[in-house]
């Protein structure tokens, strides 16, 4: 058995749209970043590549290869699984928490849940995902950006 971590923040801004753990959250501001900039989707994926020591997201993903541009991070994910499979492991559970200031995520938490226990071919009750709120400390308490932690057991 094997264990990984996985830590991903982006910045808020205007015209984009805010997707977490593959669902749309109704927001003013998203999340910055080449991809869909889904930080809860991020942190899982470098949780599992590196429990197998299989690198990070940005090694196998990179934001100067125009070929993710926009591309949904549940896509990436996926592939990733594969990674994983290729390397002969299998996942056993995830835990992950967000962290932001607002929009409030309990109502949606299930569907992240589903989502990524979906595209990794995992029954949900093995994935978690949290949420948690950093009480207005910091640049995530002012709300110009949220986080994401994830760990992995895979054998």
């Keep these: 058995m ?77 592939l990733s699984a594969r990674l994983l499979e290729k390397a002969g492991y299998r996942v056993v559970n995830i835990d992950s928490t967000l962290i932001a200031e607002e929009p409030r995520l309990h109502l949606v938490l299930t569907e992240m849940q589903r989502n990524i226990a979906r595209r990794l071919g995992l029954k949900r009750d093995v994935v978690n995902v949290k949420a948690t709120s950093p009480e207005g400390l910091g640049a995530l308490g002012r709300s110009h950006g949220i986080a994401a932690q994830a760990v992995a057991l895979i054998e």
């Design 2 to 78: 094997r264990i990984g971590t996985g830590y991903d923040v982006h910045r808020l801004k205007a015209g984009r749209d805010l997707i977490l753990g593959g669902v749309r959250i109704d927001h003013p501001l998203g999340l910055e970043g080449h991809s869909d900039a889904d930080v809860l989707t991020h942190a899982v994926i470098d949780a599992l590549l590196g429990a197998a020591a299989l690198g990070d997201i940005g090694e196998h993903f990179p934001d100067s290869d125009p070929q993710w541009k926009g591309m949904s991070s549940l896509d990436l994910l996926e």
